[in-house]
């Protein structure tokens, strides 16, 4: 069988995604495969993350939770993000990153933004998913992990990375046309 190097996604609804299922992968570490291996047919450790951006709609504008996380000197504003369980449907994932970085427990909407990117770092496949999520305002005093609320004039600059910066100006854009 050969080796595949997509994914399946099955979108189930507008505003979800199924769980990804492999399209028939080859799965061998190379330290255990014997010598006379294929490099070709040795794929790297799979990891799954999620992107969320929460929003809140305040007087017909949408106001986005950024969020800073502790690298050193080199940690820069971004979504909420986390790697996706082991058997965890999306939007759990999605809730249980909302709930661990904030303390909030339900979402009012959630959009697929439909901008997966996937990163190979060593032997690390990294494939993130990028969602937006309406929530209620809440304070953004959380000791962890220094929260902001900004509206997108101020939160698309913030953004260093150029994902986030069109991820969010994908989630802008479909929120200003709704």
Not at 10 to 34: C, I, N, W
Not at 55 to 62: A, K
Not at 115 to 128: C, N, Q, S, V, Y
Request: charged share 25%; glycine share 8%.
């Amino acid at each position: 069988m050969p080796v595949s190097e997509g994914f399946r996604g099955k979108f189930d609804e507008p505003h979800t995604v199924s769980l990804l299922q492999p399209a028939h992968f080859l799965y061998m570490r190379p330290s255990s495969g014997p010598p006379h291996t294929d490099k070709s047919t040795v794929m790297n450790d799979l990891i799954h993350r999620v992107r969320v951006f929460p929003y809140s709609i305040e007087m017909r504008e949408p106001a986005y939770l950024l969020a800073r996380r502790d690298q050193g000197i080199e940690s820069c504003w971004g979504p909420l993000q986390g790697e996706i369980g082991l058997g965890e449907q999306m939007e759990g994932a999605i809730l249980r990153q909302v709930q661990e970085d904030m303390g909030q427990g339900e979402l009012l909407d959630l959009i697929d933004l439909k901008m997966p990117a996937r990163w190979l770092i060593g032997d690390e496949e990294i494939i993130e998913w990028n969602y937006g999520c309406q929530i209620q305002p809440l304070s953004t005093q959380n000791e962890a992990l220094p929260l902001r609320w900004e509206r997108f004039a101020h939160a698309y600059p913030s953004l260093e990375l150029e994902t986030d910066r069109a991820a969010i100006l994908r989630l802008h854009a479909l929120l200003r046309a709704a």
